[in-house]
């Protein structure tokens, strides 16, 4: 897929169903947090919309994660900000070429996982596949470092990969994702660009924000897959402690502390409650969601499960494993996925500058599961 948008050359750009009855009060604030959120922005440079053509990744699943890929796009209905869109399938796109930056953290947690990210060689040529491809690998403590620059030999990836040493203390999740993508932006315009992270799940200190490296993702078309590691106990109650007590929904509902919702979810939220609280703000509808998204992207607070977030807003999957064995499974089930992701583009009808939220649902087939890129950037024409 041709990417629609071009960075700036600038090595110093840092840019940045529906839900049960929610509280007009619990709004009202939030929109407050919002503006607040923005004002304490610093004016950033923009980046130059080179056409319109917005392209949407998507995956769909039974619900026991077998793939599905002879639907057309007349299964699929799109949003944009509520606005119904007509939508192409854009086809052939795993026969193009494909540029993957590999990030691993070996600062932090990661350094505890280093021997979980050797012996991948293999995997890692079946995830890459057989079409023409560039591959480099980054590593990150509290920054990022270029290991192997951008390569047609995954020997050589798999070969640093063993190699590697622990870095210092930080975590800084978003600085690295936002510096891989830079890295993407500079690879031939007809190669596809994916970023596979594989880090712990809270950001530890970035000067990176959400939105930056979600805008810079968007710009540049980039599809990721997150493995995470947990984060330590300290680093989650440190997080969780950002949230309100007060639960903005119903009794036993999607924001509650005592959900009663799907069993399989409640086993996986105990414990880890500003998980459940992003998760329930996926499902927001526009547009309350843009602003919920706008939020995310602007509010430093909001870094709990940095890993898994970034991976939903982005339209990418994740995956969390424990040791090398998962790891391997999961990259596996990923190179199975990768060739039968749909990929659509529309031409928006409200091309207005800012934000917007996307909303890809299936049709009639609600035994189907559906991952989708959920927002993208329009920015104001320079003059």
């Given at each position: 897929?041709?990417?629609?948008?071009?960075?700036?050359?600038?090595?110093?750009?840092?840019?940045?169903?529906?839900?049960?009855?929610?509280?007009?009060?619990?709004?009202?604030?939030f929109?407050?947090l919002?503006?607040?959120?923005?004002?304490q922005?610093?004016?950033?440079?923009?980046?130059?919309?080179?056409?319109?053509?917005?392209?949407?990744?998507?995956?769909?699943?039974?619900?026991?994660?077998?793939?599905?890929?002879?639907?057309?796009?007349?299964?699929f209905?799109?949003?944009?900000?509520?606005?119904?869109?007509?939508?192409?399938?854009?086809?052939?796109?795993?026969?193009?070429?494909?540029?993957?930056?590999?990030?691993?953290?070996?600062g932090?947690?990661?350094?505890?996982?280093?021997?979980?990210?050797?012996?991948?060689?293999?995997?890692?040529d079946?995830?890459?596949?057989a079409?023409?491809?560039?591959?480099?690998?980054?590593?990150?403590?509290?920054?990022?470092?270029?290991?192997?620059?951008?390569?047609?030999?995954?020997?050589?990836?798999?070969?640093?990969?063993?190699?590697?040493?622990?870095?210092?203390?930080?975590?800084?999740?978003?600085?690295?994702?936002?510096?891989?993508?830079?890295?993407?932006?500079?690879?031939?315009p007809?190669?596809?660009?994916?970023?596979?992270?594989?880090?712990?799940?809270?950001?530890?200190?970035?000067?990176?924000?959400?939105?930056?490296?979600?805008?810079?993702?968007?710009?540049?078309?980039?599809?990721?897959?997150?493995?995470?590691?947990?984060?330590?106990?300290?680093?989650?109650?440190?997080?969780?402690?950002?949230?309100?007590?007060?639960e903005?929904?119903?009794?036993?509902?999607?924001?509650?502390?005592?959900?009663?919702?799907?069993?399989?979810?409640?086993?996986?939220?105990?414990?880890?409650?500003?998980?459940?609280?992003?998760?329930?703000?996926?499902?927001?509808?526009?547009?309350?969601?843009?602003?919920?998204?706008?939020?995310?992207?602007?509010?430093?607070?909001?870094?709990a499960?940095?890993?898994?977030?970034?991976?939903?807003?982005?339209?990418?999957?994740?995956?969390?494993?424990?040791?090398?064995?998962?790891?391997?499974?999961?990259?596996?089930?990923?190179?199975?996925?990768?060739?039968?992701?749909?990929?659509?583009?529309?031409?928006?009808?409200?091309?207005?500058?800012g934000?917007?939220?996307?909303?890809?649902?299936?049709?009639?087939?609600?035994?189907?599961?559906?991952?989708?890129r959920?927002?993208?950037?329009?920015?104001?024409?320079?003059?």
């Amino acid at each position: 897929m041709t990417p629609r948008f071009q960075l700036s050359a600038d090595p110093t750009y840092n840019n940045p169903n529906p839900m049960r009855r929610p509280l007009p009060l619990a709004l009202l604030v939030f929109g407050l947090l919002i503006g607040a959120a923005f004002a304490q922005q610093p004016a950033t440079p923009t980046i130059t919309v080179q056409s319109n053509l917005v392209e949407v990744p998507a995956l769909v699943t039974t619900k026991k994660g077998e793939v599905i890929f002879a639907l057309k796009p007349s299964d699929f209905r799109l949003t944009d900000d509520g606005i119904p869109q007509h939508i192409s399938l854009v086809s052939d796109t795993d026969w193009q070429p494909l540029a993957m930056a590999i990030v691993v953290e070996t600062g932090g947690d990661g350094a505890a996982h280093l021997a979980d990210y050797q012996g991948l060689g293999a995997i890692l040529d079946s995830v890459v596949g057989a079409e023409e491809h560039r591959v480099a690998l980054v590593t990150f403590d509290s920054a990022p470092h270029l290991i192997v620059p951008f390569t047609s030999n995954t020997d050589s990836v798999s070969a640093a990969l063993d190699r590697l040493h622990s870095g210092n203390a930080g975590g800084s999740i978003l600085d690295a994702v936002a510096f891989a993508v830079r890295l993407l932006s500079h690879q031939p315009p007809n190669y596809r660009r994916e970023l596979l992270l594989i880090s712990e799940t809270i950001d530890q200190g970035s000067a990176t924000t959400a939105g930056q490296a979600l805008r810079l993702i968007s710009d540049t078309n980039t599809t990721m897959y997150t493995f995470a590691f947990s984060s330590t106990r300290s680093a989650v109650a440190h997080e969780a402690g950002k949230f309100s007590d007060a639960e903005p929904g119903p009794a036993h509902g999607c924001f509650s502390r005592d959900y009663e919702g799907d069993p399989g979810d409640a086993a996986e939220y105990k414990g880890h409650y500003p998980r459940q609280v992003l998760d329930c703000i996926s499902q927001l509808a526009p547009p309350l969601r843009l602003a919920t998204m706008a939020f995310l992207a602007a509010h430093d607070a909001l870094r709990a499960d940095t890993a898994r977030t970034i991976a939903h807003l982005a339209g990418g999957e994740f995956f969390h494993f424990k040791n090398a064995k998962s790891l391997r499974k999961d990259l596996i089930q990923v190179s199975h996925d990768v060739p039968n992701f749909y990929v659509f583009s529309f031409t928006p009808t409200s091309p207005t500058p800012g934000l917007h939220a996307l909303r890809l649902t299936l049709i009639d087939r609600p035994q189907l599961r559906l991952t989708a890129r959920t927002e993208y950037w329009i920015d104001s024409k320079r003059p």
